[in-house]
């Protein structure tokens, strides 16, 4: 029998009892061993829910229970988050987490302690919710070097750019709408900015390059500027707006990573991700494109993530599983000089004009937008880009990135 | 050092000693141990490339070589595929194959033997290239009970399926294509009649399921009959054709499988995997929908999924990674009792006389189609579909399932 303590009965909590008395007799199986909820600890409780009888208020009595092999953190936030875990790992307990903020700033100490207790710290569900994106990277794609990671990697907003995109509705609407539906928080300042996204291509980058990415580090830029005509323009271009966070090599040890939104073309399979599903491409020198596709969130989606870390770890009970992430500091170029092309709508401006300053572009202008046209810039690094469209200075209505 | 042998120095094989040599030291790192090539097995010579030194014409000399820790199957066929595998499971060795042949028709008893000499048979680039396919079945889908597996398994036939939408084709002239580029063989027939993605969705099944399912069972229809009046047809319907490998769980132990073309719709993940690309939809009961693609064949895709086989078996030497597939035989309902919607084209025939025999359907006209037209049934049994049909006698043109 393998012991587990869950730590919070919230969402992601209650969705991991459920999937494991749903499923008890596979999970079983697949595990080679009995998974016991043995505690379940939350600061409420819950009187006629059958979880009342293993509920505890005190963390004590799981750090000082030596029969709890797992714990199962699915609390969120940095504390007492961080607390708990680093306790039961120097404990000699396996640890698996949904808690993005949680890896995105303690990983690598956190995994760090795991490995010299020969026990694991896994996080499946913390980036990409049901997608098996962590597992493959670090068990599948290990006859590769990895050169991209470009994820839709928060449903929250992918949601909202496809009913902006399906519905013509303004940002503000679709805001609430999202928030009515309950895919959006009252406060949705960590999915509209990406920072969401951000920590997630922070910890998948992270395990892919094989060294820490400090998330404060990436450049972030949210979609709450996006309009129901920059949506016109993508229709018009066979194209759509996504927020995708990604990270590239360079060459042999150069990397950049930023998650901003961006126009996608329909020969992308990330393309016709839509509603509020996430994907993960990933390009392996080897492997070539491979695209990683499901429910980037959602209460069983992401226990089902969990349990299967929980299912790895009572197989692995006392045996590291390498991971290819160390605490050496993954360094990022200037995005000066990352290349990209550029979609940009000017207004009070003319096409002569744009051509003398970026040459060769390809131009859109829509009837329903007078007054103004869009272009697509050739290839050319960020920085120059930057030089050039100063000299349009006050004409530039928006600019998002082309995905290529 | 863990030392491998190489049987089979063609396509794939070369393929493999090029990713090891290329990645060796990421592949090193994974594997936790350095991967020394000892052997490579062929009958022929390769005078001038450096595998020569370490060629071998005899499988005596792997085989009775204590040394030599994995042996990687990359010959396809039986035989003597078949024999060579057995031997060296026999005498301790880890295997791993991207022979699906082998997989289909012997992958229980090769199974049996590497558990009990704790040693692994894996076979990742049997199914789908390089999509991690198999080992997201085993490890990480661990929490659920999958109910549906649906692949474009096929590469050869969804490049000519794309082909044929895109550009209008015939089925000769783009079989024609396809061999020239070096898509499709000499002798088609295991592409076109869907015979190589019948035993990849035997394979898969019976890891998903946990039960062996006989490939010589599951319904395999081909697509030799698709015509560019049905892409026509799938166009003005907003939907794409495809090959699709398929098994299904009913209820609590009934089973179907089959592979056929299928009408796929734009809400599909499956709908916009084109050309040469594989793809594998999976959905389980609580993780929902995922979607793996990538590249389902290729030199380089398929070694790095051997290479990644390698570098696991390199991890787990003398330790059996379970997976959920039994000899217990998966027994597969009548399909004649499989709901579905069915796409038929008809000539000679009124909508009155379909409507009174199918009732409420969906009917297509198109103009450069005259004499005929299209409908679509509701959901209903294929056994009650093919009793209905029969009254259309002699004026049925075509019948393609539509995916739900």
């Known amino acids: 029998m393998v012991n587990i303590a869950v730590l919070g009965y919230g969402t992601v909590g209650s969705g991991v009892v459920e999937v494991i008395n749903t499923n008890h007799k596979s999970i079983n199986k697949r595990a080679g061993a009995e998974i016991n909820i043995k505690y379940v600890l939350d600061l409420r409780d819950f009187p006629g829910d ?37 306790r039961a790992l120097e404990s000699g307990k396996s640890v698996c987490t949904s808690n993005k903020a949680l890896v995105a700033k303690h990983g690598p100490e956190l995994m760090e302690i795991a490995r010299e207790k020969d026990i694991n710290f896994l996080f499946e569900a913390s980036c990409g919710g049901g997608i098996p994106i962590i597992r493959a990277l670090n068990s599948s794609l290990t006859a590769d070097e990895i050169d991209e990671i470009t994820g839709i990697l928060n449903g929250t907003t992918n949601y909202m750019l496809y009913k902006m995109s399906t519905e013509g509705s303004d940002f503000d609407a679709v805001l609430k709408e999202a928030q009515e539906k309950g895919y959006a928080e009252a406060d949705p300042t960590a999915d509209v900015e990406g920072y969401d ?27 709450t500027k996006i ?16 927020l995708l966070a990604t990270s590239r090599k360079i060459g042999n040890d150069s990397f950049y990573a930023m998650v901003a939104p961006f126009l996608v073309g329909k020969e992308s399979p990330l393309y016709s991700v839509n509603d509020v ?63 990209g092309r550029f979609f940009v709508r000017v207004k009070e401006a003319t096409v002569a004009q744009v051509e003398e300053i970026f040459g060769n572009v390809q ?23 930057e030089e050039k469209v100063k000299k349009l200075n006050g004409r530039v209505i928006t600019m998002i990135r082309v995905k290529d």
């Open 50 to 86: 059958p979880v009342q009888d293993i509920l505890v208020h005190d963390y004590e009595i799981i750090a000082n229970d030596p029969e709890v092999d797992i714990v199962v953190e699915v609390m969120g936030g940095i504390e007492p988050a961080y607390t708990f875990v680093k």
């Open 197 to 223: 996204a951000c920590r997630k291509i922070a910890i998948l980058s992270s395990l892919a390059y094989g060294k820490f990415l400090n998330y404060e580090n990436i450049y972030t830029e949210g979609i």
């Open 227 to 242: 309009t129901p005509a920059d949506m016109a323009y993508a229709a018009d271009l066979g194209m759509s707006v996504k």
């Open 277 to 339: 599903f996430n994907a993960v491409f990933v390009h392996g020198n080897v492997l070539g494109d491979a695209m990683f596709y499901g429910s980037g969130a959602g209460k069983l989606p992401t226990a089902s993530a969990v349990v299967a870390d929980i299912v790895d770890e009572a197989k692995h009970l006392h045996r590291n599983i390498m991971t290819n992430w160390t605490s050496r500091p993954l360094e990022l170029m200037d995005l000066a000089d990352v290349e």
């Open 363 to 385: 131009i859109v202008n829509l009837k329903q937008f007078p007054g103004e046209f869009a272009f697509i810039t050739s290839e050319m690094k960020q920085g120059e880009y």
